[in-house]
């Protein structure tokens, strides 16, 4: 089955610079890549996600940058504020995202210092 | 209009009770998933249905977990012999439709607040 590895699993940034969460997968026939926030004892929310007929996507500060042939996607987040403190979690699925489960990396602890 | 939503939040189990866990996935969704979450780590995939057909259950850790959606709607997980190692959030998840192209988020999963299960 898929694995999808993310790395780090803590980053620290100052306010108002970039950060940037890597992950990997290992099922080429993966389609479907969302990143999801997750707030302490909240619910993941969808920030960003992108299918593999595309190479990049940009949401105002957000952008997602996917290598299909290294298999390989990343999240960027550009000038950074205390709000994008969270738990981010890259997935993939083959099933286009509606038709099975996500598979998830472990989790990058951002943390945004002041 | 609402999202998913989950009850109950918080359950506390004896080793060995039976737990039901609830799901009211968004109305019209047609896919329905279930997710375990441990402490620190990414949620995973238990199981997924659509409508009221059991597409995939493959994710479920022992044949002590049991889950259903005889309507299509209304979800429910079951754990019978609730074991300390059951002890995890568990996240419901729906989506509007499988199998759509194209984008435009209608495959994006919208998940649940999640049951917090303690097993003592």
């Known amino acids: 089955g898929e694995n999808v590895e993310q790395h780090p699993s803590t980053l620290s940034v100052q306010e108002g610079d970039s950060a940037v969460i890597k992950c990997t997968y290992s099922d080429s026939a993966s389609n479907y890549f969302p990143w999801y926030k997750q707030e302490l004892g909240k619910r993941p929310q969808l920030i960003i996600d992108?299918?593999?007929?595309?190479g990049e996507k940009k949401d105002q500060r957000i952008a997602v940058t996917l290598n299909k042939t290294a298999k390989h996607f990343s999240l960027h987040i550009t000038e950074t504020q205390p709000e994008d403190s969270a738990v981010y979690f890259c997935a993939a699925s083959i099933g286009g995202g509606g038709a099975d489960g996500l598979t998830f990396g472990k989790g990058t602890h951002l943390i945004i210092q002041p | 209009g609402a999202g998913v939503s989950q009850s109950p939040r918080y359950k506390v189990a004896k080793r060995g009770q039976d737990v039901a866990l609830r799901c009211d996935p968004i109305s019209g969704h047609v896919s329905l998933f279930w997710y375990q979450q441990a402490l620190g780590q990414g949620p995973e995939f238990l199981t997924y249905f659509q409508n009221e057909a059991q597409l995939d259950k493959s994710g479920l850790p022992s044949d002590r977990f049991f889950a259903e959606r005889p309507e299509g709607s209304v979800s429910t997980l079951k754990i019978q012999r609730t074991q300390q190692e059951d002890s995890a959030v568990y996240l419901c998840a729906s989506s509007l439709a499988p199998g759509l192209a194209g984008g435009l988020g209608h495959n994006e999963q919208f998940f649940g607040p999640g049951t917090r299960l303690t097993v003592l």
């Open positions: 992108i299918r593999s007929n595309v």
